[in-house]
């Protein structure tokens, strides 16, 4: 947590699961080899059907064709985002993508505490539906101090509800981290 | 004051009593993982704790392969050969092991059978399903990679105390409804996020007269409706079950009756009808009734919360002397139910000879097609055009293979009756 996230934004609709994130076929990757890492980055999101890919249009891809890596380092969803399966291959496969924070206006637990401890992305809560406000390949920016988002793109400023019990954890970079800096463990 | 969750989580948290809200470092009696999150998982416990590091306690890990377990796919291999050198080095004595007489199947049945899902305990599992075990009234819930790591080395981790929703269903259900259709009915209610961060209790006459596998089926699928984890109270079923499973000691812990619920809903058993969740959500409800016609391509009896023994029995009693008029997969979860569908018979006939006579296929124990999972899975839709009905838990887009394939979840009864006319069709016609 140091200041600011800007970037494309990627927008989905309601109830993206973990399947969707990343399909199951491709759960069998190292995420510790490097090489074998990058696969995650490749398909993540390619469970999304197309015309729910990159609202309003639809019809984008989140990772180019033949690219590792994704244009969008931020994620724009709907309500219940993360459900389904407990992978943490999924807020894995956003981050070696290049996420760096989704905002949704409400979270599945699991996937929620994965990207918190393992300190994957910075999941922000969103009272306002903002599926609806922006659109894909908008450009935002999010002020981590104030959980305020910009769209760069249109000039509309959106208020996130504060991180509250979790911030500690996300502020020290996931449970591990947190866990020595409160000496819990060495 | 306290639900049965409150007093697990204060117990396991050394205090008097929680409120619902509360963080709490908890003790954890069982962590389990399978070959998709343990590789991961054993990869974060080397790298925080160290490549020496020991287990925090070797009786409390459990590793069973049941996933990626019959294909060529060389890294979901290479997986399994990373669990089993794991076990091998931390020489731990709860491992499963693939090709050996010991291989169980699906984690989440393999788990009672082997007597690790007791009353009052605290069970993580890195899969979603883990709340299947809150069945034996105990708190069980599914965790990620790093959390599961995190226990792996300290054997505590974090928690909210959930609030938690009632449910209650009046009088037994009809004899041609199945707790998949109670559970689908729930979902269907409040959404696939109509329990998120809660715990989902369920209770009355209706879930006190099922079995085990029953009341497993109900606990299964609360992670459908968001839920953190459900529960039922132990009983006399509960402590029979357990009795020719484990000797381990357990504590039982039941609802003060003057507990405090979020909500409570009360259901009137003999209302409810036999169910589906339509393409592509859980919570897509409808009756079987309502859809009777709709043509389909497949049939899917398998997974943790459909491939029990007494799913295929019930699928079996309406199927026999049936031929089955779309391609249809029988799947058991574990080895155990394997060896029931030779044993178990019906007029003489096993189960086995039931479904080939009607000309299923069988697969061998693990999760199969429920997750899709590599393309050479037995059951996997590979092709767009195919439209299942399945016993299974899950049915967003791709879950089962192709993204554009559609599946609808149903009760086994359900899932028999449309195998054989090769649409859907209700059980009702059949009893």
Known sequence: ?186 | MMTITEKILAKHAGKSKVEPGDNVWVDVDILMTHDVCGPPTIGIFKKQFGQNAKVWDKEKVVIIPDHYIFTKDKYANRNIDILREFAKEQDLPHYYDVGTERYKGVCHMALPEEGFTRPGEILFGTDSHTCTAGAFGEFATGIGNTDAAFILGTGKIWLRVPETMQFIFEDEIHPYVMAKDLILKIIGDIGVDGATYRAMNFAGDGVKALDMEGRMTLTNMVIEAGGKNGIIEPDEVTFKYLETRTDHAYEPVLNDFDAKYHSVRVYKSKDIEPMLAKPHSPDNKSTVFEMRNTQLTRAYIGSCTGGKISDFIAAARIIKDKPVKVDTFVVPATTEIAQGLDSVKIDGKSLKEIFLNAGAQIGEASCAACLGGPADTFGRLNNDEEICISTTNRNFPGRMGSKQAQVYLASPYTVAASAINGKITDPRDFF
Do not use: W
């Not at chain 1, 494309?8 to 490097?34: C, R, W």
């Not at chain 1, 959106?158 to 020290?172: D, F, H, T, W």
């Open chain 1, 1 to 186: 947590m140091s200041g600011m996230i800007k970037g494309k934004v990627f927008v989905l609709g309601e109830n993206i699961d973990t399947d969707q994130m990343i399909p199951a076929e491709h759960l069998v990757y190292s995420l510790e080899d490097p090489e074998e890492k990058k696969f995650y980055g490749k398909f993540a999101l390619s469970g999304v059907p197309a015309t729910e890919s990159g609202l309003p249009q639809g019809q984008i891809p989140f990772t180019a064709e033949g690219k590792f890596e994704s244009d969008y380092k931020i994620i724009v969803a709907s309500n219940n985002f993360g459900c389904g399966s407990s992978r943490e291959h999924a807020p894995a496969a956003l981050q070696i993508a290049g996420v760096q924070a989704v905002i949704a206006t409400s979270y599945a637990r699991i996937f929620y505490r994965n990207s918190v401890d393992g300190g994957f992305l910075i999941p922000y809560e969103s009272k306002v539906d903002l599926s609806k406000e922006v659109s894909t390949n908008d450009k935002l920016e999010i002020n981590e101090e104030t959980s305020e988002v910009k769209n760069l793109t249109t000039g509309k400023t959106y208020q996130l509800n504060p991180l509250g019990s979790v911030s500690e954890i996300v502020k020290a970079g996931g449970i591990f981290k947190y866990a020595r800096e409160n000496g819990m463990m060495q």
